[in-house]
């Protein structure tokens, strides 16, 4: 796992042990980047199930503003603190250990506002059902901004909502990626 662009361009991230934590690969990763190209910078990115911190550190290395990066878990919140560290990110990132759909619920009550929005949650959860309520009500996502969701290629994810208009799918063996725009570009 390493930085693809940017600044930070080459340097390699630690990576987790075991199979608790899925990083986004570089091939995945890249795609994404080259989706919105220059449009990160100067951006503000929340990374939902940020396991490794690996999408933040990319988007800080290409010109992202800040990046507020969420995880449950203790490793994933140990692995990101590392990597953030190494790289020498840390006045430009929130770090925050607590369930996902608690943060969005306080991100709201703050009027927090991204340019970005990744989401990688586990696959087959269905959690992006409520994440994508959260993000809609809490008007969390900037008009003209993403959300980038990750997931399995074999779930069927099916949303109605009002305000994200999905814009494309990207698949890669077992895993899609799929961007929503905010309504308002």
């Given at each position: 796992?390493?930085v693809?662009?940017?600044?930070?361009?080459?340097?390699?991230?630690?990576?987790p042990?075991?199979n608790?934590?899925?990083?986004?690969?570089?091939?995945?990763k890249?795609?994404?980047?080259?989706?919105?190209?220059k449009?990160?910078?100067?951006?503000?990115?929340?990374?939902l199930?940020?396991?490794?911190?690996?999408?933040s550190?990319?988007?800080?290395?290409?010109?992202?503003?800040?990046?507020?990066?969420v995880d449950?878990?203790?490793?994933?919140i140990?692995?990101?603190?590392?990597?953030?560290d190494l790289?020498?990110?840390?006045?430009?990132s929130?770090?925050?250990k607590?369930d996902?759909?608690?943060y969005?619920?306080?991100?709201?009550k703050n009027?927090d506002?991204f340019?970005?929005?990744?989401?990688?949650?586990?696959y087959f959860?269905?959690?992006?059902e409520?994440?994508?309520?959260?993000?809609?009500?809490?008007n969390l996502l900037?008009?003209?901004?993403?959300f980038?969701?990750?997931?399995?290629?074999?779930?069927?994810?099916?949303?109605?909502n009002?305000?994200?208009?999905?814009?494309?799918?990207?698949?890669?063996?077992?895993?899609?990626?799929?961007f929503?725009?905010?309504?308002g570009t």
């Amino acid at each position: 796992m390493r930085v693809i662009s940017g600044i930070y361009k080459g340097r390699v991230l630690f990576s987790p042990k075991g199979n608790l934590i899925r990083p986004t690969s570089d091939r995945i990763k890249e795609s994404i980047f080259n989706y919105f190209g220059k449009d990160i910078r100067g951006s503000v990115v929340c990374d939902l199930f940020s396991g490794t911190g690996n999408l933040s550190i990319e988007a800080l290395s290409r010109g992202a503003e800040r990046a507020v990066l969420v995880d449950n878990s203790r490793q994933a919140i140990e692995l990101i603190y590392r990597n953030i560290d190494l790289i020498g990110l840390l006045e430009k990132s929130r770090i925050i250990k607590k369930d996902v759909l608690q943060y969005l619920k306080i991100a709201a009550k703050n009027k927090d506002e991204f340019d970005f929005i990744f989401a990688d949650p586990p696959y087959f959860s269905r959690l992006y059902e409520k994440m994508i309520g959260l993000i809609e009500e809490g008007n969390l996502l900037k008009k003209g901004g993403l959300f980038i969701l990750e997931q399995s290629s074999q779930e069927n994810i099916s949303m109605v909502n009002q305000n994200l208009i999905k814009e494309a799918e990207k698949n890669f063996g077992d895993t899609s990626v799929i961007f929503y725009s905010q309504k308002g570009t």
